[in-house]
């Protein structure tokens, strides 16, 4: 599968007034995709640090930088993209079986993450080599 059949950025409205700004994300299809059921956030890593650095084999994601910023490297064993999240109403939705990177967090980030399963251990590649290795084998059974 192409990687760009496996990401998708997602523009959401602001439902905002003279107030402020309000963004809704609705889960089961309306603004994303899947029904969510686990949401976590990621907040004073520095520039230097490196997260994800995995592959989930069931989950799907939706990455938001609600403050700050951050990048996100998008992999499928064959291609990769860089995709920078600099805006709150910015989504960036995550297939299954995308090796990710997310790196360069600027000071004031908060990276926001909804995921579609709850938090399950076995359902991630933290090896990049055993990545490869079954996609080749996901490939040959296909
Ligand atoms: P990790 O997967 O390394 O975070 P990241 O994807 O940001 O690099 O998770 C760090 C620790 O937190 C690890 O011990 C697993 C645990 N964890 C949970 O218990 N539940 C969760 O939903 C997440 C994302 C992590």
Same mark, same amino acid.
């Given at each position: ?13 602001? +439902? ?41 084999? !069931?989950?799907?994601? +939706? ?50 993450? +909804? ?25 040959? !059974?296909?």
């Amino acid at each position: 599968m192409k990687l760009q059949e496996q990401y998708k950025i997602i523009e959401f409205t602001d +439902l905002g007034d003279e107030r402020g700004n309000l963004v809704v994300i609705e889960g089961d299809g309306m603004d994303i995709p899947f029904d969510i059921k686990r949401v976590f956030y990621i907040y004073g890593s520095d520039s230097e640090v490196i997260r994800g650095q995995h592959a989930n084999r !069931e989950t799907e994601f +939706l990455l938001v930088n609600v403050s700050g910023t951050s990048k996100v490297k998008v992999d499928n064993g064959t291609e990769s993209e860089i995709i920078l999240l600099n805006r709150p109403r910015m989504g960036l939705y995550l297939s299954p079986m995308v090796w990710k990177d997310m790196y360069d967090f600027s000071e004031d980030s908060v990276l926001l993450v +909804l995921a579609s399963r709850h938090y399950d251990a076995s359902e991630y590649i933290r090896n990049y080599s055993d990545y490869l290795a079954e996609l080749k084998k996901r490939n040959c !059974e296909a």
